[in-house]
């Protein structure tokens, strides 16, 4: 089966830790994004990174980091500097089409930080 | 990008037509209308998109007018499983995909 994971379900940390949560696909798609979605509200874009070795920042990517070293791969890192980390996470993927706005959503992780 | 207002919630039965509608009174020449579903903890899920007239699938329709300042989705006899967070989107290729959500509409769907 073709799709997105992504490790851990929840995940507790303590603040003033880093935190990296993995996002991995087999769809074969260049585009993957990383969004946070906070109780009640829609998503907001981080990072996205649309070939290899590439990305570029997103609406509220202050405190995030990512890297892209491989195609199937784009974890992202919540550093200390996130100052309310506290959120759903959810990466996803797509091809690059201009007409076309399908992106295939992982389960999510849930992030809580105490 | 153009702003979208849709109803913060509707309530339905089983069985029953729904049809959600979405403003979007500034859309662009180049923008597209999407339809997301998301389901409690979960990521959402791509229903339709369309650019005019009208569009139909295997899970839903979407009506969009000539003048497309609006459009309405249309999911035909719901069940208990169509209860989720709906969003609708709008806009164009920027290089990216570029996905705006807002608060979306929370359909109830009751027995």
């Known amino acids: 089966d073709g799709g997105i994971t992504q490790s851990p379900k929840y995940l507790f940390r303590k603040e003033g830790q880093n935190v990296t949560l993995s996002c991995e696909q087999n769809l074969n798609h260049d585009a993957m994004y990383w969004y946070r979605q906070d109780p009640g509200q829609g998503l907001r874009l981080i990072y996205y990174?649309?070939?290899?070795?590439?990305?570029q920042k997103g609406d509220i990517a202050e405190g995030y980091s990512v890297s892209r070293e491989k195609k199937e791969s784009f974890p992202l890192t919540v550093t200390s500097a996130q100052k309310n980390p506290t959120a759903f996470y959810l990466c996803?993927?797509?091809?690059?089409?201009?007409?076309?706005?399908?992106?295939?959503f992982g389960p999510g992780t849930r992030l809580t930080v105490t | 990008l153009a702003k979208t207002t849709q109803p913060i919630s509707m309530d339905s039965y089983e069985g029953q037509e729904v049809n959600i509608t979405c403003s979007h009174n500034?859309?662009?020449?180049?923008?597209?209308i999407t339809w997301y579903q998301q389901f409690p903890s979960q990521g959402p899920r791509f229903i339709i998109q369309?650019?005019?007239t009208k569009v139909t699938n295997e899970v839903a329709s979407l009506f969009i007018p000539a003048d497309r300042k609006s459009s309405t989705l249309s999911l035909p006899r719901v069940s208990l499983s169509d209860t989720a967070v709906y969003y609708c989107?709008?806009?164009?290729?920027?290089?990216?995909?570029?996905?705006?959500f807002g608060t979306g509409t929370r359909l109830l769907v009751s027995p």
């Open positions: 369309g650019y005019k």
């Open positions: 996803a993927s797509s091809i690059q089409d201009e007409s076309s706005y399908e992106q295939y």
């Open positions: 989107l709008v806009g164009a290729y920027t290089g990216f995909q570029k996905l705006v």
């Open positions: 500034n859309i662009a020449t180049n923008d597209y």
């Open positions: 990174s649309q070939i290899v070795n590439d990305f």
